[in-house]
């Protein structure tokens, strides 16, 4: 009975790690296929595989175009989607339904990815984030281009940009200012978050 | 105040033949809160961590431990694969146990409640979670104490010999689940005790080191409960060693009077030095973020709109929107107080980051020192590694890069 006592006590004491694991999101990505999809398609826009983050979104959330507002995975699909379309120009060769063949459906898809993302910030308010979405596609927008890069100013001044994307247009932006050692610290953010730092380049207007 | 009253508890104590009694008198019961005791019991949602504390359950999704037991028990829904089951199982470690709430005005003083709430510390050393530190001001933190030991109560007091005590202690096997740190108590003997492993586990997880006893308990309770302890604790997991009554009051008086060295002092450590290696975002990721961060900060959208009490809120906490469930998450910051968002990742004057100052400050409040105007993370469990803080903060300081392709 001691010995039982005294292995029991070291093996408590000794054998189990000293590390919480956390859950909620971490449970859900095992048990639910939806979320374990949906972030693999965020992954992969970070990874700029910008198409397939798309694709991988549109599987998990067909109805994207008719997201109005909302919560949870179809609120993330419609994002994923949305910024794709913004990055890609208004375009998702080979996507039923963003596939663009004129100038005309490039501009209709990309005012309903400034809609989408506008309906995402504002169901998550303050939230960088949703914030630097929104301001990225903005700023893509030869239409809305002013507000967009007001915007991703405004966020950079507080280190609160969180894409390397969106540090890249503040990069263009402020090297079109001549602003050069401000856009070469943008740079530095954009290559630092970016896992393709060679995306990170001012291209010439 | 807590240790001026538990000093003239032993004051009044009187000594004839090596008896020593205790009177309850030094504890009144605590005056009653009514109402408002009740609503700041739901305000800082007591009942997501505590049983029996009166309120209605939670679910599982925002509730402490349950989900953590259920997985140890094998009862998690949905099923999962077996495998998967096993990693999780192996992973929490914390967070599986909570003490109930259940009567404790048959048993705490309410002035330490008082005091504990303000300033919460370890209690039970193998519980390896702790009480958090909540946003709550004396005033609540004293109708809190008086809602949870308000109730009708006993005038008592206890006789015993704590020299006789003090062989009982030995002889019943009490350390082999209680530390009593600063006692001179006999060596663990095999606790007389039949119990799995798992209710063994269970039952240490919980127990109290008792040097805190005498300024927790009323006097005349400690021996109830060694008698009968589901009388005092109904869903306790003490277990009943048929003492008589005068065996009870000796081992009582001797855990409430045998005499305590001063514990050694701790100190705040050293700021971790950075590492000289490059430090990847997949390793602070892996290593810190989704072991330990994930269970407060993450996202919402993936978990039915829970994202943990530091991003939605709870505990009498206001959202604070941190999400530490991906890297885009991490820069997206932290919400102030006055509603501003503020970098986790930009140094301030004094060079250290905000993220890597909450992990510092909870190293500082285990050693029994606060940071003004910072809350140490993660809340209620134990600091960091200090190999894990100069990670993040290494990670930081290389300028918070993602992993490359």
């Known amino acids: 009975m001691r010995f039982m006592f ?32 949906m972030q693999s398609a965020e992954r992969a826009l970070t990874a700029n595989r910008t198409l397939d983050a798309a694709r991988a979104a549109l599987r998990v959330s067909p109805d994207v175009r008719s997201f109005r507002g909302g919560t949870g995975i179809a609120r993330r699909a419609a994002r994923v989607v949305a910024l794709a379309v913004t990055r890609l120009g208004g ?22 990815a400034i809609a989408t993302l506008t309906a995402v910030a504002q169901g998550r308010a303050n939230d960088p984030v949703a914030d630097t979405d929104l301001a990225e596609a903005l700023a893509r927008n030869p239409a809305t281009r002013g507000e967009g890069m007001r915007r991703l100013e405004a966020l950079a001044s507080r280190e609160l940009v969180t894409s390397a994307h969106a540090w890249l247009l503040v990069a263009e932006g402020r090297a079109a200012a001549q602003q050069a050692a401000r856009a070469e610290l943008a740079l530095d953010r954009c290559r630092a978050m970016s896992r393709s730092p060679a995306m990170c380049v001012v291209r010439r207007a | 105040m807590v240790v001026l009253v538990a000093l003239a508890a032993v004051a009044r104590a009187r000594s004839h033949r090596g008896e020593v009694t205790l009177d309850d008198a030094a504890h009144p019961p605590a005056m009653a809160s009514g109402d408002e005791g009740r609503a700041l019991l739901a305000r800082f949602e007591c009942n ?61 003083r309410s002035e330490w409640v008082e005091a504990y709430l303000l300033a919460p510390h370890a209690l039970r050393p193998e519980l390896g979670a702790t009480m958090p530190r909540l946003a709550l001001n004396t005033h609540d933190a004293r109708t809190l104490a008086r809602w949870l030991t308000e109730g009708p109560r006993v005038r008592a007091s206890v006789t015993g010999n704590g020299a006789r005590g003090r062989t009982r202690y030995g002889a019943l096997g009490c350390g082999t ?43 005349s309770a400690v021996a109830a409960h060694l008698m009968n302890p589901r009388a005092t604790v109904p869903d306790g997991v003490m277990p009943s060693f048929g003492l008589s009554a005068g065996d009870a009051a000796d081992l009582a008086i001797f855990v409430l009077t045998t005499p305590l060295a001063p514990l050694a002092t701790r100190h705040v450590p050293p700021r971790p030095a950075r590492l000289a290696r490059p430090v990847r975002w997949s390793e602070v990721e892996s290593r810190v973020l989704r072991r330990t961060c994930w269970h407060c900060h993450s996202e919402p959208d993936f978990a039915r709109g829970e994202g943990g009490v530091g991003n939605v809120g709870g505990f009498g906490f206001a959202p604070r929107g941190v999400n530490l469930a991906s890297y885009e998450g991490l820069y997206a910051g932290v919400l102030s107080p006055t509603g501003e968002r503020e970098s986790l990742l930009r140094p301030g004057p004094d060079g250290v980051a905000p993220l890597v100052r ?23 469990l134990p600091a960091l590694a200090p190999d894990e803080i100069a990670l993040v903060d290494t990670w930081i300081a290389q300028g918070a890069r993602v992993d490359g392709e």
């Open chain 1, 6 to 37: 005294l292995a029991l006590t070291a093996f408590v004491s000794l054998a189990v790690p000293r590390t919480a694991s956390g859950c909620l999101n971490g449970v859900e990505l095992e048990v639910d296929p939806e979320v374990g999809a």
């Open chain 2, 48 to 108: 997501r961590c505590h049983d029996g504390t009166g309120l209605a359950s939670v679910a599982r999704e925002r509730h402490c431990v349950r989900c953590h037991q259920e997985v140890h028990q094998g009862t998690f829904t949905p099923p999962v694969p077996a495998a998967t089951l096993a990693r999780w199982q192996q992973h929490i470690v914390h967070l599986r146990e909570v003490p109930s709430l259940a009567a404790l005005g048959s048993r705490l």
């Open chain 1, 91 to 112: 375009s998702l060769p080979g996507v039923s339904g963003f596939s663009a063949r004129s100038d005309a459906q490039r501009t209709r898809n990309l005012t309903w």
């Open chain 2, 177 to 219: 689940c209680h530390q009593f740190s600063g006692a001179s108590a006999p060596a663990a003997a095999p606790a007389p005790l039949s119990l799995t492993p798992d209710e063994f586990a269970r039952a240490r997880s919980l127990a109290p080191d008792l040097r805190s006893t005498r300024d927790r308990w009323i006097p």
């Open chain 2, 358 to 380: 909450v992990l510092l400050a909870r190293q500082a409040e285990e050693a029994g020192a606060r940071v003004e105007g910072v809350r140490g993370m993660p809340l209620g």
